[in-house]
Nanobody, 119 residues
Framework: DVQLVESGGGSVQSGGSLRLSCAFSGYTYSAHCMGWFRQAPGQGREGLAAINTDGSTSYAAAVRGRFAISKDNDNNTLYLQMNSPQPEDTAMYYC??????????????WGQGTQVTVS
């Protein structure tokens, strides 16, 4: 089975840093993009960052310059480095893989999510 498993969430103080990881298995993702989304209570799922097969990246305006996405193909792990998080970044964070990784409609596989709380 295809699996995406996030880890690294937790509580962090505003202005600190946190790194989320997503271990992927069961499929070769070399032909697909991968990305990170988040969903706060009462809100829709928001695309934050995506990395394409050629290594190019894109970011939502809300996190550009603070968050960084990267992918280690040798270790089958996707990362999201969160720098200077703010309370409004509090949400459940999801790893995703698909054909278009900036919007939910383009995602084929979701992880189970990891909670990030910024205080």
């Amino acid at each position: 089975d295809v699996q995406l498993v996030e880890s690294g969430g937790g509580s962090v103080q505003s202005g600190g840093s946190l790194r989320l990881s997503c271990a992927f298995s069961g499929y070769t993702y070399s032909a697909h993009c991968m990305g990170w989304f988040r969903q706060a209570p009462g809100q829709g799922r928001e695309g934050l960052a995506a990395i394409n097969t050629d290594g190019s990246t894109s970011y939502a305006a809300a996190v550009r310059g603070r968050f960084a996405i990267s992918k280690d193909n040798d270790n089958n792990t996707l990362y999201l480095q969160m720098n200077s998080p703010q309370p409004e970044d509090t949400a459940m964070y999801y790893c995703a893989a698909g054909f278009v990784c900036t919007v939910s409609a383009g995602v084929a596989v979701w992880g189970q999510g990891t909670q990030v709380t910024v205080s």
